[in-house]
């Protein structure tokens, strides 16, 4: 059974950068596709992109500036960095897989990040 | 970008009644890359449906989906409790990859 678990910082900063790490249990991370999603309180869900075990991101490009995604195979967990933060990156934050850069199958609990001082 | 629109924006419906849920494209999406997520409150969203007509692993199969090119249909045949949530679709097909903004089934 694959199982996704997101981890990190719940509050961050305006104009600094928020930093989340998805751990996955039940499955090698190298392979298939990784994915970042969020969902600002009472709003929809936003694809913010994925990436493949070798590195290869698509990010989507209302964030790809402030975007970083990056693997540790080693750990079996990828990672989000998102840079310059404001009040409208307020949000929770999933992640999830996506088999071959398509469809999410698996989905993390998902972590509230929120942007204050 | 596709943007993806979804109709209604609520339905009001009994358990035991059948569910419609519209998805609408504004451009083709290639090869029928569309996902149908249902998401309740406090959870993460949960594949229901992808490639437009398949059920996703545990989906019973009162659950269909349909569609293709710009127009795509989740149907509910007879709705359980455990059915009334929000319901997102997605295209995988172009990047960026985008969601409709939902629709919610909610006990009449």
């Known amino acids: 059974q694959v199982q996704l678990q997101e981890s990190g910082p719940g509050l961050v900063k305006p104009s600094e950068t928020l930093s989340l790490t998805c751990a996955v249990s039940?499955?090698?991370?190298?392979?298939?596709?990784w994915s970042w999603i969020r969902q600002p309180p009472g709003k929809g869900l936003e694809w913010i992109g994925f990436?493949?075990?070798?590195?290869?991101?698509n990010y989507n490009p209302s964030l790809k500036s402030r975007v970083t995604m990056s693997v540790d195979s080693s750990k079996n967990q990828f990672s989000l960095n998102l840079s310059s933060v404001t009040a409208a990156d307020t949000a929770v934050y999933y992640c999830?897989?996506?088999?071959?850069?398509?469809?999410?199958?698996?989905w993390g609990q998902g972590t509230l990040v929120t942007v204050s001082s | 970008e596709i943007v993806l629109t979804q109709s209604p924006g609520t339905l009001s419906l009994s358990p035991g009644e059948r569910a419609t849920l519209s998805c609408r494209a504004s451009?083709?999406?290639?090869?029928?890359?569309l996902g149908w997520y249902q998401q309740k409150p406090g959870q993460a969203p949960r594949l229901v449906m992808y490639?437009?007509?398949n059920r996703a692993t545990g989906i019973p199969d009162r659950f269909r989906g349909s569609g293709s090119g710009t127009d795509f249909t989740l149907s509910i045949s007879r709705l359980e409790p455990e059915d009334f949530a929000v319901y997102y679709c997605?295209?995988?097909?172009?990047?960026?990859?985008?969601f409709g903004p939902g629709t919610k089934v909610d006990i009449k």
């Open positions: 999830a897989r996506a088999p071959w850069g398509s469809e999410l199958d698996y």
């Open positions: 039940g499955y090698s991370i190298s392979s298939y596709y």
């Open positions: 990436m493949y075990y070798t590195g290869s991101t």
């Open positions: 451009q083709s999406v290639s090869s029928s890359y």
């Open positions: 490639g437009a007509s």
């Open positions: 997605q295209q995988y097909g172009s990047s960026p990859f985008t």
